[in-house]
């Protein structure tokens, strides 16, 4: 994976700020660049042989994973199926999570499209009759 330039940055602020010893450094060095690269979606090519799934890579991005499928980089049989799937970190799945307690459908909405809420009014029935074919 290549270094993003905010990474570096972080990197360079760490070496600069005093340090009480050399291991100190290396493990805030370490734990930052972890958080950094764990907190970005990475890709990863699948690979489906019969019964049994295989995962390659990490790919910085979904492009990258589909050079790899293109460029033969991921061994192949015929009959394989390959395919991009992004990986997601935890922390991601929580914040998904979080940010789906809300309600998803916006008030502006539910007014346009005329969304009943739950337990409240009842959608407005058609005042036309039904459809009924000729016996």
Not at 33 to 58: I, N, Y
Not at 118 to 123: D, E, I, L, M, V
């Amino acid at each position: 994976m290549t270094a993003r330039p905010t990474e570096v940055k972080t990197v360079v602020e760490l070496l600069s700020a005093p340090a009480d010893s050399v291991d100190d450094l290396a493990k805030a060095i370490i734990n930052t660049v972890d958080e950094l690269r764990g907190s970005r979606v990475q890709w990863v090519v699948l690979k489906r042989m019969g019964q049994h799934v295989s995962a390659w890579g990490p790919y910085p991005t979904r492009r990258k994973a589909y050079d790899a499928i293109t460029k033969e980089q991921v061994p192949r049989i015929s009959g394989d199926l390959l395919f991009a799937a992004p990986l997601y970190t935890v922390a991601m799945g929580e914040e998904a999570f979080t940010k789906a307690d809300a309600d998803p459908i916006s008030p502006e909405a539910r007014k346009c499209w005329q969304i009943a809420y739950a337990g409240g009014s009842k959608p407005k029935r058609s005042k036309r009759r039904p459809y009924r074919a000729a016996s």
